[in-house]
């Protein structure tokens, strides 16, 4: 089964900038769209990236998405953190040939 | 603007089988795109669970698979869950989302309790 790896969490300074990958366990991670989601605590998650690096409209530009196929990877930056941006940080893909979806494990970020 | 509501028990007994309900409005569901459920245990990751298609195909997550369907009622404009056997493992928020192979639009969750 395809699966998706994020670290448990990270952590950075407000106005510095932070990357969370998501690494995709077998095949391509090229082959299908990857999306992001931003949680806070007691919410409904919300999306942040979605097909591959398009941002939602209300998204600010902070926010980037990026596929690295040579490490089988998926990449969320934000720039010029905010303390608001503290939240639980998912990505997520699917098989479009069974449409099977799969969630990464989440990564909580914080911002100090 | 699309809105999605869950509804149906918050307390279900170990060995019973968990049904909810998902209201869109908004949207009409035989219009398009996939509707599906997400599930969280308390303090842990998302989970799909499975997806309907407007047309009625349903696609559901391997591990769950033999104890869920999904069902859909257009004429409400409305589509279901239903988790036979649970146990205390099934106690999560269960989420609803239009997706097309992402969630777009999410209801706020309703928490499912399994517990005697």
């Known amino acids: 089964n395809f699966m998706l790896t994020q670290p448990h969490s990270v952590s950075e300074s407000p106005g510095k900038t932070v990357t969370i990958s998501c690494t995709g366990s077998s095949g391509s991670i090229a082959s299908n769209y990857v999306q992001w989601y931003q949680q806070r605590p007691g919410s409904a998650p919300t999306t942040v990236i979605y097909e591959d690096n398009q941002r939602p409209s209300g998204v600010p530009d902070r926010f980037s998405g990026s596929i690295d196929s040579s490490s089988n990877s998926a990449s969320l930056t934000i720039s010029g953190l905010k303390t608001e941006d503290e939240a639980d940080y998912y990505c997520?893909?699917?098989?479009?040939?069974?449409?099977?979806?799969?969630f990464g494990g989440g990564t909580k970020l914080t911002v100090l | 603007q699309v809105q999605l509501q869950e509804s149906g028990p918050g307390l279900v007994k170990p060995s019973e089988t968990l049904s909810l309900t998902c209201a869109v409005s908004?949207?009409?569901?035989?219009?398009?795109?996939?509707w599906g459920w997400i599930r969280q245990p308390p303090g842990k990751g998302l989970e799909w669970i499975g997806s309907?298609?407007?047309?009625?195909?349903?696609y559901y997550n391997p591990s769950l698979k033999s104890r869920v369907t999904i069902s859909v009622d257009t004429s409400k404009n409305q589509f279901s869950l239903k988790l036979s056997s649970v146990t205390a493992a099934d106690t999560a928020v269960y989420y609803c989302?239009?997706?097309?192979?992402?969630?777009?639009?999410w209801g706020q969750g309703t928490l499912v309790t399994v517990s005697s």
């Open positions: 989302a239009r997706e097309e192979g992402w969630m777009d639009y």
């Open positions: 997520q893909s699917y098989d479009s040939s069974n449409h099977e979806v799969v």
């Open positions: 908004g949207y009409s569901i035989s219009s398009g795109y996939y």
């Open positions: 309907i298609y407007h047309s009625g195909s349903t």
